[in-house]
């Protein structure tokens, strides 16, 4: 199994969207579908971040929603920052008939996120694998509010490092952790996997030859 970090992902990413042509909404719709896969039943909860990993969990709920599930959506932070896929799949769920609760700040995301305890499931869609630093705010309110109930996390568990599988402070304990095309260094770190759970690693639809770096596209395209 291919190993990235990061940059390594995120050139990957940039490669398929930039250069292969896939839309990056095309992606995320995939990398919410692999996420929704794991979920049986609700009710289902859904802690979004402003960023793309907040859009994969808007997808996640708006396939929870089509399917008949309670479906319930905290996003931590100003909808305002939304923009992009994020803002795209975010937008389609609400047209759907679903309702987003902000959380803009530390004690609201707290208790909109332990509220969630009576969920089925809840989908860790906070944080991306290009998180640095320890976690502060209302970020990590929501991520020390974390109900005991079983949990998926979209690419990584939020709070922990990806490059190095250290933990930022806090980190939130999935049962399963859904990653996308390749595994992550930092999953490779032993004292990560107990905030991993299983892993999961999802085809979306990025061609291999986008993590190869000596790979270049074809004159002519």
């Known amino acids: 199994m291919k190993v990235l970090t990061v940059a390594q992902m995120r050139e990957a990413d940039r ?13 995320m719709n995939n990398a919410g579908r692999a996420v929704f896969e794991e979920i049986a039943e609700g009710p289902v909860g859904v802690v979004c971040g402003k960023g793309n990993n907040g859009g994969d969990g808007f997808v996640v709920a708006r396939l929870a929603l089509l399917a008949g599930l309670e479906t319930r959506v905290v996003l931590v932070g100003d909808p305002d920052g939304i923009s ?19 959380a803009p700040g530390s004690a609201e995301a707290g208790a909109a996120v332990g509220s969630m305890s009576d969920c089925t499931v809840v989908v860790d869609a906070l944080l991306g694998t290009g998180v640095r630093g320890e976690l502060q705010g209302r970020v990590r309110a929501a991520v020390e509010a974390w109900p005991q109930t079983r949990t998926i996390a979209v690419d990584v568990p939020s709070g922990l490092n990806a490059d190095t599988g250290e933990i930022l402070g806090c980190c939130v304990r999935a049962n399963t952790t859904v990653t996308f095309q390749f595994s ?3 999953f490779e770190n032993p004292a990560a996997r107990e905030f991993l759970g ?24």
């Open 184 to 186: 992550k260094c930092g």
């Open 84 to 102: 992009g896929d994020a803002l795209l799949f975010k937008e389609a769920f609400e047209r759907l008939g679903g309702q987003v609760s902000v």
């Open 198 to 221: 299983r892993l999961v690693v999802a085809d979306i639809g990025i061609p291999e030859v986008c993590a190869d770096e000596s790979w270049s596209t074809p004159q002519g395209f």
């Open 15 to 27: 490669r398929c969207i930039e250069e292969i042509g896939i839309p990056g909404s095309v992606l």
